[in-house]
């Protein structure tokens, strides 16, 4: 039988707790049921996070009260005070997103708006939130931010996403009438956001013609070549 004293334990309860709640978060995506999903993602990884900080930090305590030399006790504690104030922000993240995760109303495939940044949520990390913004774009807006500031949450589903493609066009048709009927083609197409206007723009000439460079906004990013499928039946181009 393995003998620990009590600062290992603390170490080693720390070490498999933070294991367990990293294994969890990998195994959550492969759940089929969205009931467990949530319940993993909502209370079981959070009390594991939250139990592997509580006794990393026992460790520490049981280390400052175990070292009875005074200058031993003193350095660690300057030690530990040192890694506090380098670790603050990190600690602060960590355990706004703990609590912040447990309330459940904040998930992945969700759309959310905080701190100037809209777009679906595609990631819950220890740290920070990643978001996906309308252009494709991914930023990471911190717990403490989520936590602290007024959050916009919406229905569940894709961001708007952007599609950008290039079309040959003949010289012999006027590029003032292709500036109109594209975008009319793009937004009277079924999958396109009406909230976002399409942008045609020339890209480059030839002796045969010009290419347009077009970039349209759909409701779901596999949705795109359906748009683009479509405005190339209208203007009577094959790819």
């Known amino acids: 039988m393995i003998d620990l004293s009590t600062t290992q334990g603390w170490l080693l309860l720390a070490l498999s707790l933070a294991a367990a709640g990293l294994v969890l978060r990998r195994v ?28 990393a930090a026992g460790w520490t305590l049981e280390e400052l009260v175990r070292n009875r030399d005074g200058t031993t006790g003193l350095a660690f504690a300057a030690l ?7 670790g603050r922000s990190v600690f602060g993240d960590f355990v706004a997103g703990v609590f912040v995760r447990m309330e459940g109303t904040i998930e992945p495939g969700r759309r959310m708006a905080v701190g100037g940044v809209e777009g679906k949520v ?11 913004a309308d252009d494709g774009s991914t930023f990471r ?13 919406g229905e569940g589903g894709a961001a ?7 079309i040959a066009i ?9 500036l109109e009927e594209i975008p009319a083609a793009a937004l ?17 000439e030839t002796e045969q013609g010009y290419v347009l460079r077009i970039t349209v906004h ?20 094959v790819p």
């Not at 530990?80 to 380098?86: G, P, Q, R």
């Not at 807006?141 to 949450?153: C, G, K, M, N, Y």
């Open 122 to 132: 595609t990631m819950l990390g220890y740290r920070s939130v990643a978001i996906e």
């Open 80 to 86: 530990f005070v040192l890694l506090i104030w380098i």
């Open 160 to 166: 708007v996403r952007s599609h950008s493609f290039a």
């Open 188 to 204: 009277t197409s079924p999958w396109a956001s009406a909230t976002q206007m399409p942008e045609v723009r020339r890209q480059s």
């Open 141 to 153: 807006v911190p717990w403490r931010t989520i936590a602290s500031e007024a959050v916009q949450l």
């Open 28 to 55: 959550e995506s492969y759940l089929a049921s969205r009931r467990a999903r949530a319940i993993l993602r909502r209370w079981v990884v959070p009390a594991l996070e939250l139990f592997a900080g509580a006794s």
């Open 218 to 237: 759909a409701l779901d990013a596999r949705f795109a070549p359906q748009i683009e499928a479509a405005i190339r039946e209208k203007l009577g181009i």
């Open 170 to 178: 003949p010289r012999d048709r006027p590029i003032e009438r292709l």
